[in-house]
């Protein structure tokens, strides 16, 4: 098994960037989907972006397509999630997390559904 650990929050303004980052610190991710999920005072956790253990498939919430990018490194046991023209609805803390991928002979998929590991998340502010 392997453990997640985040990092990369911070306070931005409306219309800035930022970019998260999720470590394994121990064990190897490079068998697993990884993705994030945020949370919101006074809002549900949603699933933000997740991408599969080989960069086949990549998945993304409505409110974040066009403007959030997921990609993976293996090779350094690293997820990274760029996020840009950030607006205060996307203030939350941020988990990166083990996701569930459905890989067959013909297609392969990220669902934004958890796996069971989690990072401990990191604050994402959008301010002015």
């Known amino acids: 098994q392997f453990q997640l650990v985040d990092s990369g929050g911070g306070l931005v303004q409306p219309g800035g960037s930022l970019n998260l980052s999720c470590a394994a610190s121990?064990?190897?991710?490079?068998?697993?989907?990884i993705g994030w999920f945020r949370e919101a005072p006074g809002k549900e956790r949603e699933g933000v972006s997740c991408?599969?253990?080989?960069?086949?498939?990549?998945n993304y919430a409505d409110s974040v397509k066009g403007r959030f990018t997921i990609s993976r490194d293996n090779s350094k046991n690293a997820v990274y999630l760029q996020m840009t023209r950030l607006t205060p609805e996307d203030t939350g803390v941020y988990y990166c997390?083990?996701?569930?991928?459905?890989?067959?002979?013909?297609?392969?998929?990220?669902?934004?559904?958890?796996?069971?590991?989690w990072g401990q998340g990191t604050q994402v502010t959008v301010s002015s």
């Open positions: 121990e064990g190897t991710l490079a068998y697993y989907a």
């Open positions: 997390a083990q996701m569930e991928q459905r890989i067959t002979s013909v297609s392969t998929a990220c669902l934004m559904t958890p796996g069971g590991v």
């Open positions: 991408i599969d253990a080989r960069s086949r498939a990549t």
